[in-house]
């Protein structure tokens, strides 16, 4: 069941960003403030995803290599 949680929420910040440059393009002029922070928030949780897997890949080659010079 969580893998089919997973693979729903991995979708969420795509479909944020496409609903918000939609409602940027097809939007009048006046409503289309409303749809930035819907497309902020969608770029926001990509970028920090990305971090965070890249924080995590960087401490565990840290790991192996700590563990490589002590033999």
């Known amino acids: 069941m969580k893998i089919k949680r ?3 929420l991995s979708f969420v910040a795509p479909l944020m960003i496409f ?3 939609m409602g940027l393009i097809l939007r009048d ?4 403030i ?3 922070p819907m ?3 969608g770029i926001s ?3 920090e995803k990305d971090v965070k897997r890249r924080l995590e890949r960087k401490n565990i080659f840290n790991k192996i290599k700590s563990l490589q010079n002590n033999k």
């Open 34 to 36: 409303f749809y930035f």
């Open 19 to 21: 609903i918000s440059a």
């Open 29 to 32: 002029n006046t409503r289309k």
């Open 39 to 41: 497309g902020l928030m």
């Open 6 to 8: 997973r693979i729903i």
């Open 45 to 47: 949780i990509i970028l």
